[in-house]
Each structure stands twice: as structure tokens, then as C-alpha cells.
């Protein structure tokens, strides 16, 4: 794996450390993104390990603080719409805590301040994350409640099209930085 990738990796576990706790739906969410990224369990295993050690001295926020991950981004050697998706997963990973946490937020707006992404589309993104949320729960009430049947299916099926909808408008808005690189 990339140097680029083990640094974003061990930002998201870091990430996730800030705060001193850890729920199950943070590890699959994690588990979910390292997959994406090609990485093996035992790859993750590794990574995790290294942010232990390194945050036994330092907090996570230190450790992140000082990662070359925020430096090299600056540099130019991760594009605008990398660093949006990697704002994007940060908000994911968050977003089991519901309310996300002040260390959490702190590593955030850290990221937001030295990649120089507009705090907006930060904002923008937990807005989507909420509706996301919303339409989710919507869809397990809609499971749960209504009798099996067309309705039931038809409900279903445009709960699920209207959630897709809503993640591709993500990937346009991160596409839309990267035009203004």
C-alpha cells in the first residue's frame, strides 16, 4: 500500500481515538473504508498498532497534529477532491456519535484550516449526513410498519433511489472543489 494511503487510514483511526471511545458502528464504518481503500485486516491491524504506540505520549489530536497527512495535502500532493472525500469519511465515522465530539470537531476544523477547504462544505456535508440519517430511519419505520404489498415495496424503493440520489450529490459537490483547483 501507498504511503498516501496508511497516512489516511491511520488519520481516520486516529480520528476515531480523539475522542477515547469507540463504537461498533465506527468499526464497521472503518473496517468499510479500509476495504475500499485495499487494505487487508491484517494491513489495518498493523496501521491501528502504529497509532496506539504513537498516541501512548501524545493524544490522538497531537498525533494527527503532527501527521505528515495535513502537511502533504497542503504541499499538493493530495488533490482538492481528496481531501473533500477525506473530510467526507471523517464525517461518516463521526456521525454514530450523533453529536460529534469536541476533540473530534477540533481534529476537523484542524483539517479544514490547513487544507483551506471552506468550513461551508463542512456544514454541508453533516446536512447531507442528517438527511441521510433521516431517510434511513424512514426506511426501517416504513420495514417495520407497513403491510407487505406494492405500497410497501414502492415506499421502500424510492426511500433507497432518494438516498443514492443524495449520495451522488456528494460526490458532485466533491467533484465541484476539484474544478476549482
Not at 496508511?6 to 476495504?35: N, T, W
Not at 498498532?49 to 505528515?68: H, L
Not at 502533504?72 to 465530539?101: K, M, Q
Request: glycine share 4%; net charge negative; aromatic share 8%.
Amino acid at each position: 500500500m501507498s504511503n498516501r494511503k496508511r497516512e489516511e487510514v491511520a488519520l481516520y483511526y486516529l480520528y476515531l481515538m480523539s475522542d477515547g471511545r469507540s463504537l461498533p458502528e465506527h468499526k464497521k464504518l472503518f473496517d468499510e473504508i479500509c476495504q475500499k481503500l485495499g487494505f487487508s485486516s491484517n494491513d489495518q491491524q498493523k496501521i491501528i498498532a502504529v497509532c496506539k504506540a504513537s498516541s501512548k505520549s501524545s493524544s490522538p489530536y497531537e498525533v494527527i497534529e503532527g501527521n505528515r497527512l495535513a502537511e502533504a495535502a497542503t504541499d499538493g500532493d493530495y488533490s482538492s477532491e481528496l481531501r473533500a472525500h477525506i473530510i467526507w469519511n471523517l464525517v461518516n465515522l463521526g456521525y454514530p456519535d450523533l453529536l460529534v465530539s469536541a476533540n473530534k470537531k477540533k481534529v476537523i476544523d484542524h483539517l479544514l484550516s490547513k487544507w483551506e477547504i471552506d468550513p461551508e462544505i463542512y456544514t454541508e456535508m453533516l446536512d447531507i449526513a442528517d438527511t441521510v440519517e433521516a431517510l434511513r430511519k424512514q426506511m426501517n419505520w416504513a420495514e417495520k410498519t407497513l403491510p407487505p404489498g406494492g405500497q410497501k415495496e414502492a415506499k421502500l424503493k424510492s426511500l433507497g433511489e432518494n438516498i443514492e440520489r443524495i449520495l451522488s450529490d456528494v460526490e458532485i459537490t466533491i467533484n465541484e472543489l476539484a474544478a476549482f483547483e
